[in-house]
């Protein structure tokens, strides 16, 4: 049996490039102000305590630039599926292998074309 990560992935799922400079700086803003709470994300409820932001005010987070959640979840798995491998990204991430091939019905990497000059 495969020790799961908390959120009931079986591995660790690294963070893109833009991901984590976002949340370095994040975590540099917050380093001087010594935090009580260790989430990143505290609220003015939640800042004194050690309990995370709850899901409705997470949920409401990226409202200001017109995106839904589902929309950030569903789109996050885009660049890895057509970049590495879609079944290793799958069990990566927890989803079926037929859910990683979603991603790629739009998708055609140039660099795995035929060329002119290539044989038949």
């Known amino acids: 049996m495969l020790n799961p990560t908390p959120d009931g992935r079986p591995?660790?799922?690294p963070?893109?490039?833009t991901s984590r400079a976002v949340l370095t700086r994040c975590l540099n803003h917050r380093r001087p102000q010594h935090p009580r709470n260790p989430h990143i994300i505290a609220t003015k409820v939640t800042k004194t305590g050690r309990h995370p932001a709850s899901a409705a005010y997470?949920?409401?987070?990226?409202d200001g630039c017109g995106l839904a959640p589902r929309t950030v979840r569903s789109t996050r798995p885009v660049d890895p599926v057509n970049t590495m491998?879609?079944?290793?990204?799958?069990?990566?991430i927890g989803i079926d292998p037929e859910a990683a091939m979603i991603y790629l019905a739009d998708h055609v990497d140039?660099?795995?074309?035929?060329?002119?000059?290539?044989?038949a």
Do not use: K, Y
Request: charge should be negative; hydrophobic fraction near 40%.
């Open 15 to 17: 963070l893109d490039p």
């Open 110 to 119: 140039p660099t795995h074309l035929p060329t002119a000059d290539t044989p």
């Open 85 to 92: 491998n879609p079944n290793l990204v799958a069990v990566a």
């Open 11 to 13: 591995h660790p799922v």
């Open 58 to 62: 997470l949920s409401h987070i990226p």
